[in-house]
Structures are given as C-alpha cells and as structure tokens.
Nanobody
Framework: QVQMTESGGGWVQAGGSLKLSCAAS????????MGWFRQAPGKEREFVAS????????DYGDSVQGRFTIARDNGRVAVNLQMSSLKPEDTAAYYC?????????????WGPGTQVIVSP
C-alpha cells in the first residue's frame, strides 16, 4: 500500500527558512502529482503547492507565491518544499498528498503531517 512520509518541520523565526520533504513508497507508478497543503488551528485546509511529474509543472497558492519552491527530489517519487521568508501566518500543520493518473486533481493519498511553527 502507498505510504507518504513527511519530514523537515520545526520551529523557525520569522524571515527564516525551512525545507520540508515528502517521499512516497509502495505502488506509486500511477502518481500524477504530489503537493502540499496546510491547516492552522481553527482554519480550513489550504493549498500550498504542487508538482506534476509528467509536465514538470509547479503550482502555488497565492499566499506562498514567490516565497516557497516545490521541486522533485532527484527523480524519486518525492518532493521538497523550500520555504523562505517565513511569516508567523505560515504556522500550520503541513500535509503531503498525491494524485493519480485518471484523477489528476483528486488528492487520494495523504501523509500524517509535519508541524511548522514560525515565531514573530
């Protein structure tokens, strides 16, 4: 079965940087794209970024455009999210997710999440 494993969360001061990583294992040959979402306490889940393997296309949410970069990790079924110029409002649990061919926009597989805390 598919497993999604996130790493790299932690604490950072505002203006700093963090890198999140997500690796998938199991039957991943039909993966279409991998992405990141986040959810802060009391708020709805928010799209952060995605990377499509076939078109090598990166997409970003408005709130992180220009500050975050998503990229595939060395040909693996894995993506990294480089977060820079972090703000306190970036504090949230970050979740990695994946879609499959045939349902390119439905995030079917999810990781358990990793916490990011940005202090003022």
């Amino acid at each position: 079965q598919v497993q999604m494993t996130e790493s790299g969360g932690g604490w950072v001061q505002a203006g700093g940087s963090l890198k999140l990583s997500c690796a998938a294992s199991g039957p991943t040959r039909n993966f279409y794209k991998m992405g990141w979402f986040r959810q802060a306490p009391g708020k709805e889940r928010e799209f952060v970024a995605s990377f499509s393997f076939s078109g090598r296309i990166a997409d970003y949410g408005d709130s992180v455009q220009g500050r975050f970069t998503i990229a595939r990790d060395n040909g693996r079924v894995a993506v990294n999210l480089q977060m820079s110029s972090l703000k306190p409002e970036d504090t949230a649990a970050y979740y990695c997710a994946a879609t499959v061919l045939g349902s390119p926009d439905e995030y079917r597989y999810w990781g358990p999440g990793t916490q990011v805390i940005v202090s003022p």
